[in-house]
């Protein structure tokens, strides 16, 4: 490394030298060049990319008249569509932050996070009233609010004009805040920049997508706003459709007949629609000959669910894992890996450009063999959390990504998961905090104590289980669970509730949760 670069810091560049381009632009390079081929196609409707484009760009001038400027954020909550699609795109161009929240959130799930990312426009439709009610009540800085499904929005897609140039960017400028959750329970925004997103589609390509072209297509089997969404960022570059189904819950039957009449290549998914599709008898009622990449991510697969995949599907599965602060970017094992090169369970090794580690208490490296905490460090890590400077420091500790899930490495860089250390788990592909839990719980006047932790299970890898305390007369499970639905998203609610009489404490009045799920697991055990 010369003197010059090696004394050169970021704020010492000279002006522009951190330019980069804006991620908006691949759509409008995709459009360019493949101007009448399908960008997205759902039953019988069909977008082309130039369609497609040119609705992104009268969106971004009408969002331009309304004062939205480069760092606004933008709130979306729409199910998987076009405006959903294209909402990205149009943040993006504008050099504004897009805000996408899953659908199945409630009105307080959906307020909190208008609230804390500052959003000042929010995208959305009708069926989802409620949840724009109380976000405008609960975040005032929420000036704008548009409805996707009605007549005034597709005037306004459709208004032809010029090109919308797409706003000047930096390797660090935010384009997408990606709500996740640490051990405080209470939603937090990853800032995804442009800088880190060109790379993690790069990399995408190289690991999980090799020769991916515009003659190919994804079946999209995940909502838009979180992981499918990322994935959906690597058919736009390349040129290569994505199909939606026309519901929003799985019909497996429906997925299999759209790979088949479209000739699907590639799809993402989570293991617990992957162990769906595998066992539907619609499997051997299609030709899924097509499918080259079967990709999923969100949690580890029982080898048995993984070893049907591989039967119903062929040599095809791909796996990564990683966390929304990382874009699912730190590990991958390859189709050719699954047929019996990695160790049995591995969930592969380092993606191509980033460095994992096993490191211990201290922030040093295991050896091999050895559990520690899985830490990675590269291109594709987030910027930190949106105003969360306690939680950026935490999680950044000696120079790594701590990602709290715990692993062993062997002597060849196959990383195997072996626990997490935080008290999360992941139902149906989501991840599930027990305090969000707890706090919920607590709000009832009946409940003096609880406790909840997950499981495992073998139709959502693991489920949640609350153990309360009464205050006074213990209230029936149905009265709880109702309860919990006003307040969390439904994957969210625990699967098994009961009352005792007391929960164990430490020597300084803490809960123990290690013994209480011992104690849970004896009782159960005893029936």
């Known amino acids: 490394m010369s003197t010059l670069m090696s004394g050169l810091t970021l704020a010492g560049m000279p002006q522009g030298l951190d330019r980069v381009m804006n991620l908006g632009n691949l759509l409008t390079q995709t459009a360019r060049k493949y101007p009448s081929r399908p960008g997205l196609i759902r039953g019988e409707i069909s977008h082309t990319w130039a369609q497609i484009n040119a609705r992104v760009d009268a969106l971004a001038r009408h969002f331009q008249t309304l004062g939205v400027q480069p760092g606004d954020r933008i709130l979306v909550q729409l199910v998987n569509g076009l405006a959903l699609f294209e909402s990205a795109w149009v943040a993006f161009k504008l050099g504004a932050v897009w805000v996408p929240v899953n659908y199945r959130l409630t009105p307080p799930e959906v307020a909190f996070i208008a609230r804390s990312s500052g959003a000042v426009l929010m995208l959305s439709q009708s069926i989802f009233a409620a949840h724009v009610e109380l976000a405008q009540l609960e975040a005032p800085q929420l000036r704008e609010v548009l409805w996707a499904d009605q007549n005034d929005y597709a005037v306004i897609a459709s208004k032809a004009g010029e090109s919308f140039v797409a706003a000047e960017v930096t390797s660090q400028h935010p384009l997408w805040f990606f709500f996740t959750s640490g051990t405080t329970g209470r939603p937090k925004a990853a800032v995804l920049t442009h800088g880190q997103l060109a790379f993690v589609v790069t990399n995408h390509l190289a690991d999980l997508l090799p020769g991916l072209t515009q003659n190919d297509c994804s079946l999209v089997l995940a909502p838009l706003s979180h992981g499918a969404g990322i994935h959906a960022l690597l058919n736009v570059a390349r040129g290569a459709a994505s199909v939606l189904l026309e519901t929003e819950s799985l019909n497996c039957a429906a997925a299999f007949a759209a790979i088949e009449k479209h000739r699907v290549g590639n799809m993402f998914t989570v293991p617990t629609i992957l162990k769906r599709l ?155 905090y027990p305090l969000e839990i707890e706090d919920a719980l607590l709000q009832l006047p009946s409940i003096a104590e609880a406790a909840v932790f997950g499981l495992a299970d073998a139709q959502w890898g693991e489920v949640g289980v609350a153990v309360l305390v009464a205050r006074g007369t213990a209230p029936n499970s149905a009265a709880v669970l109702a309860h919990l639905q006003t307040c969390l998203a439904r994957y969210k609610l625990p699967r098994h509730i009961v009352f005792w009489d007391e929960l164990p404490k430490s020597a300084y009045g803490k809960l123990v949760k290690k013994d209480i799920r011992a104690l849970y697991l004896r009782d159960v055990s005893a029936i």
């Open 278 to 432: 595998a066992q539907d008898p619609a499997a051997h009622d299609f030709d899924h000959s097509s499918l080259k990449h079967v990709i999923y991510a969100g949690a580890p697969m029982y080898q048995a669910d993984r070893q049907r995949a591989l039967a119903t599907f062929g040599p095809v599965l791909v796996q990564y894992f990683g966390l929304g602060e990382v874009t699912g970017n730190i590990t991958v094992l390859r189709a050719d890996e699954h047929a019996g090169e990695a160790p049995v369970g591995s969930c592969g090794t380092a993606r191509t450009g980033m460095e994992v580690a096993i490191l211990d208490a201290q922030c040093q490296p295991q050896a091999v063999g050895v559990e520690g905490e899985i830490c990675t460090r590269g291109p594709a890590v987030f910027a930190g959390y949106w105003d969360n400077p306690e939680a950026t420091a935490a999680a950044f500790r000696g120079g790594w990504f701590h990602t709290s899930d715990l692993g062993v490495m062997d002597a060849r860089g196959f990383i195997s998961i072996t626990g997490r250390s935080s008290d999360m788990y992941i139902s149906g592909g989501s991840n599930v």
